[in-house]
């Protein structure tokens, strides 16, 4: 028989493994820079309304005087002075931490149980009533409760806020996983992927665009459930600071407090949960491209 000729050595994949991988890192920055971009261009219209709305601000003030609504003007210079003395970034951290923390335990029990929950008729039957009562509870009332329940500290605005939050996240997730699509899941099981890979590929990113807006509006809810708690429940935090101010007639006080926490509350959102949003919502722009 004729000798078989030899064959070619193997070429190691390391080298070319390694080289596509470079290759690829000029394509991603380009991507991420893209994205980034488009988010801050994307800023434009909220820079717009705020300044809109800062306008319209101005004429009220203009009109009414400074007793009755201090301008814009007026008001964040009284918050500079706030913030140089020294006085607001302790009672700005106080509130945040006790909405961070309300906030955090009802996004977990709301979004784990509203999941759960979707995923049998029979418990999204028996939640439902329960949701809509919770939803139909006024925060005053959760907090005139919880002030005989725990006192005045930090667990009486903390409940307030996860109580208030927890039936709107819960709402989000349980229809979330109410609405998965079988033929995906289907489709998933023939192809015989991996658990996890269908968990995070199939079933999470459209449980979390039903779950996004509701942590959103959980987030506004959570802040002015939390000052309200602070003003009638708490000696520190945002709330009991614009408490003070009213008893002493400091409007540009009263209103330096109140922009202090929107300003908070517009940098979680745009900052954090935005930008989070974007991210696991990609296939979005992919599907509208």
């Given at each position: 028989m004729p000798d078989r000729a030899p064959s070619a050595p193997d070429t190691p994949a390391g080298p070319d493994a390694s080289a596509g991988w470079m290759a690829a890192v000029p394509r991603r920055l380009a991507d991420g820079t893209g994205a980034v971009l488009t988010y801050l261009w994307g800023g434009w219209g909220a820079v717009a309304s705020l300044l809109l709305f800062c306008a319209l601000w101005e004429w009220g003030g203009q009109y009414y005087g400074p007793l009755i609504l201090p301008g814009p003007l007026a008001t964040f210079q009284r918050?500079?002075?706030?913030?140089?003395?020294?006085?607001?970034?302790?009672?700005?951290?106080?509130?945040?931490?006790?909405?961070?923390?309300?906030?955090?335990?009802?996004?977990?029990?709301?979004?784990?149980?509203g999941m759960l929950a979707g995923r049998s008729l029979t418990a999204?039957?028996?939640?439902?009533?329960?949701?809509?009562?919770?939803?139909?509870?006024?925060p005053i009332a959760w907090l005139v409760l919880a002030m005989l329940w725990f006192g005045m500290g930090d667990a009486t605005p903390?409940?307030?806020?996860?109580?208030?939050?927890?039936?709107?996240?819960?709402a989000g997730a349980m229809q979330g996983a109410r609405t998965l699509d079988g033929q995906l899941t289907d489709v998933a099981r023939v192809y015989r992927l991996p658990w996890w890979t269908t968990l995070l590929d199939v079933h999470l990113p459209h449980v979390v665009s039903y779950l996004l807006p509701a942590w959103i509006t959980a987030l506004g809810i959570s802040?002015?459930?939390?000052?309200?708690?602070?003003?009638?429940?708490?000696?520190?935090?945002?709330?009991?600071?614009?408490?003070?101010s009213r008893a002493q007639l400091?409007?540009?006080?009263?209103?330096?407090?109140?922009v202090a926490v929107l300003g908070l509350l517009l940098a979680i959102e745009y900052l954090l949960l935005e930008p989070l949003k974007r991210t696991i919502e990609r296939w979005r722009a992919a599907d509208a491209s």
């Amino acid at each position: 028989m004729p000798d078989r000729a030899p064959s070619a050595p193997d070429t190691p994949a390391g080298p070319d493994a390694s080289a596509g991988w470079m290759a690829a890192v000029p394509r991603r920055l380009a991507d991420g820079t893209g994205a980034v971009l488009t988010y801050l261009w994307g800023g434009w219209g909220a820079v717009a309304s705020l300044l809109l709305f800062c306008a319209l601000w101005e004429w009220g003030g203009q009109y009414y005087g400074p007793l009755i609504l201090p301008g814009p003007l007026a008001t964040f210079q009284r918050l500079g002075d706030l913030l140089a003395s020294g006085l607001a970034a302790p009672e700005l951290w106080i509130s945040a931490r006790r909405t961070l923390t309300g906030l955090g335990a009802a996004v977990l029990a709301g979004s784990v149980l509203g999941m759960l929950a979707g995923r049998s008729l029979t418990a999204a039957l028996v939640s439902r009533p329960l949701v809509t009562l919770l939803l139909g509870m006024p925060p005053i009332a959760w907090l005139v409760l919880a002030m005989l329940w725990f006192g005045m500290g930090d667990a009486t605005p903390v409940f307030t806020v996860a109580v208030a939050c927890f039936p709107i996240v819960f709402a989000g997730a349980m229809q979330g996983a109410r609405t998965l699509d079988g033929q995906l899941t289907d489709v998933a099981r023939v192809y015989r992927l991996p658990w996890w890979t269908t968990l995070l590929d199939v079933h999470l990113p459209h449980v979390v665009s039903y779950l996004l807006p509701a942590w959103i509006t959980a987030l506004g809810i959570s802040w002015k459930v939390v000052v309200m708690a602070e003003l009638l429940a708490a000696s520190d935090g945002a709330g009991a600071a614009l408490a003070v101010s009213r008893a002493q007639l400091d409007m540009a006080g009263s209103m330096g407090w109140i922009v202090a926490v929107l300003g908070l509350l517009l940098a979680i959102e745009y900052l954090l949960l935005e930008p989070l949003k974007r991210t696991i919502e990609r296939w979005r722009a992919a599907d509208a491209s």
